[in-house]
């Protein structure tokens, strides 16, 4: 298991002897919803079945609650996936509604941790293009991170993650120095970076908040026969992916490079159920 040198190890039991190992290829980014420093989200942790692997203080103090090589469990279906990849997740001290963004502390500290991640565990400098697509990530990136959907880590802080944060883990990560508050407002395509499937995986999303937020609207709904289609077909499409390697005999990052230049195609086809 590793452990961050520049974070304070408050090491969280049974949990981190008994969880099982992970191979880390996600980070995922909170909020968790109170003025928290590190040793009260440990004390919290205490009290609860979740956990992150790190807390993150307003004034920038960062602890370690679980080594990042072992499951904890604050991202639902990415904590530890069948294939024993898994993500490393950090709560971030933010205000009771989570509509704060983060301090300058708090960036600086995410953005160290983004870069000591990268260069110990190998997570690719790229956000994280489906569910269990190595790479960044905001928690409600994706929605099965979580188990029934989540504004985490808050409007605010996504924008910082897209426009300050993330951009300087790269920046820092190659090896430039790049400010990591930016001089004057970033005129930059909110959507660029996107691909059509994480277009594809937002739209449906949204289309699964707003629908459960209005159950009894549900089955009237235009789209109500729409939605779970697709979700069938993403998990399906998901569920192909993960199948890949072993079946290939190529690694996850060669699938990648290969979907991305086109010589490997993969169709999933959902059939309506009869009746
Ligand atoms: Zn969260």
Not at 166 to 195: L, W
Not at 202 to 212: A, D, E, H, I
Request: some cysteine; aromatic content about 8%; proline content about 8%.
């Amino acid at each position: 298991m590793a452990w961050c040198p520049f974070a304070e190890r408050l090491e969280l039991q049974p949990e981190s002897d008994q969880q099982p190992a992970i191979r880390p290829t996600q980070f995922i980014l909170h909020s968790i919803i109170a003025p928290w420093t590190p040793r009260r989200t440990y004390e919290y942790w205490q009290t609860t079945n979740l956990e992150s692997h790190f807390g993150l203080g307003y004034d920038g103090a960062l602890a370690q609650y679980i080594g990042t090589e072992t499951r904890a469990d604050a991202n639902y279906l990415a904590n530890r996936r069948a294939d024993g990849t898994g993500a490393v997740s950090i709560e971030t001290a933010s205000n009771t509604s989570g509509s704060d963004p983060w301090t300058d502390a708090q960036v600086e500290g995410l953005i160290r941790l983004g870069v000591w991640l990268h260069k110990t565990h190998g997570i690719p400098l790229r956000i994280c293009r489906t569910a269990s697509d190595p790479g960044f990530g905001y928690h409600r990136l994706h929605a099965d991170w979580a188990v029934s959907g989540t504004s985490c880590p808050g409007d605010a802080r996504v924008a910082q993650f897209k426009n300050v944060i993330f951009p300087a883990i790269v920046a820092r990560a190659n090896g430039q120095t790049a400010p990591t508050t930016p001089t004057a407002p970033v005129e930059e395509d909110p959507m660029a970076g996107f691909t059509p499937d994480d277009v594809a995986h937002s739209v449906l999303y949204w289309l699964n908040q707003s629908m459960s937020a209005t159950p009894e609207k549900a089955t009237g709904h235009p789209l109500a026969n729409v939605v779970p289609a697709l979700n069938a077909k993403f998990k399906a499409y998901d569920a192909v992916l993960a199948a890949l390697p072993a079946k290939c005999k190529l690694t996850p990052a060669e699938i990648t490079a290969a979907l991305a230049d086109g010589t490997l195609k993969v169709t999933v086809t959902v059939a309506p159920k009869a009746g």
